[in-house]
């Protein structure tokens, strides 16, 4: 059965730090681009982070440039978003998803998709 199980989320102040993991069941990572989508209530479902399978090629959102990284531990399966100096507006539900081939910002064109983690960031 493909999986993808996403942990790590909580609750920090602003200007912390959070690290979320994607872990996959079912299917082998190294195969797949991964991205990181995160959906605020009442917006839609924006990329953050992407990191292609063919040469670990990282993208970035430009509201999370410099302060998010984006990393794959092949051996483990596992995919990690680094998010440092969070800030208010980086309250959402986080989402990792698998797609063939090159990453893309079109969460439509991604084949699997984990249930979510929280990230709340307040005081």
């Known amino acids: 059965q493909v999986q993808l199980v996403e942990s790590g989320g909580g609750l920090v102040q602003p200007g912390g730090s959070l690290r979320l993991s994607c872990a996959a069941s079912?299917?082998?990572?190294?195969?797949?681009?991964i991205g990181w989508f995160r959906q605020a209530p009442g917006k839609e479902r924006e990329g953050v982070s992407c990191?292609?399978?063919?040469?670990?090629?990282?993208y970035y959102a430009d509201s999370v440039k410099g302060r998010f990284t984006i990393s794959r531990d092949n051996a483990k399966n596992t995919v990690y978003l680094q998010m440092n100096s969070l800030e208010p507006e980086d309250t959402a539900v986080y989402y990792c998803?698998?797609?063939?081939?090159?990453?893309?910002?079109?969460?439509?064109?991604?084949?699997?998709w984990g249930q979510g983690t929280q990230v709340t960031v307040s005081s």
């Open positions: 079912g299917f082998t990572l190294d195969y797949y681009a």
């Open positions: 998803a698998a797609k063939s081939r090159g990453c893309s910002w079109h969460a439509s064109w991604y084949d699997y």
């Open positions: 990191i292609s399978s063919s040469d670990g090629s990282t």
